[in-house]
């Protein structure tokens, strides 16, 4: 079954607490998103573990070097999961694997930006991450004529295990699912919503229906 993981793309700690109290019970994984570390530090990541031990808690680090030491850092804050970028090295994506057997977490390849997003994702299946994230940005989302379907594509032609983020809604979040999505990422679809409990609950029975 597709997860739904929640993008928590706040900047401080009390408001990604304030909103996860709402959504946790229809989300599967917590994202703390890359403002949120950079913004509030890595004890958000603690803070959010505690409040929601029985959660998966992923923390989008987009690390682009010193992949174990990132890694190791997050885990360390209680981190289940952490992202390294796939653009990355070799070298600093198995690092990032590396810490995540130290601690028996898990890494997952953030492949925003990368050009050729079906072999860079065949190649990094084989370093070790749990999946890859075909993902668009916020800024590419912001581009005229985005669309999420090429997402789709992509991960359909990959056939590695992966996750869709890049502006996931409630009309696309069956496609995530049709495709074969591991993992569907709603960030602003939530977050932004005027009621994020029930624009999560919707996204979560739009997923499961
Ligand atoms: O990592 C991110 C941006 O780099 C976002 O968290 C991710 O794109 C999900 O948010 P949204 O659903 O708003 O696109």
Redo the contacts with the bound molecule.
């Keep these: 079954m597709t997860k739904l993981q929640v993008?928590v793309?706040l900047l401080t700690t009390a408001d990604a607490l304030a909103l996860t109290h709402k959504v946790a019970p229809y989300v599967d994984i917590i994202?703390l998103?890359?403002p949120l570390i950079k913004s509030a530090g890595l004890s958000a990541i603690s803070a959010i573990k505690a409040a929601h031990p029985d959660k998966e808690v992923f923390a989008?680090l987009?690390t682009a070097d010193a992949g174990f030491l990132e890694a190791d850092l997050a885990f360390s804050a209680g981190a289940d999961l952490v992202t390294v970028l796939g653009a990355a090295g070799d070298a600093t994506i198995k690092g990032a694997v590396e810490a995540g057997q130290k601690h028996g977490k898990k890494v997952v390849a953030?492949l925003?930006g990368v050009e050729n997003r079906v072999e860079r994702a065949r190649e990094i299946a084989k370093l070790g991450v749990a999946f890859v994230e075909i993902?668009?940005?916020?800024d590419e989302?912001a581009q005229p004529g985005y669309s999420i379907q090429t997402l789709l594509d992509d991960g359909k032609i990959a056939g590695v295990p992966f996750s869709v983020?890049?502006?996931?809604k409630v009309d696309t979040i069956a496609a995530v699912r049709d495709a074969g999505a591991d993992v569907a990422?709603?960030?602003?679809?939530i977050y932004s919503a005027e009621d994020p409990a029930a624009a999560a609950k919707a996204l979560k029975d739009a997923l499961t229906k």
Excluded: Y
């Excluded at 993902?135 to 916020?138: K, N, P, V």
């Design positions: 993008a793309d994202e998103g890359t989008d987009k953030d925003i993902h668009a940005g916020l989302q983020a890049g502006g996931v990422v709603a960030g602003g679809a």
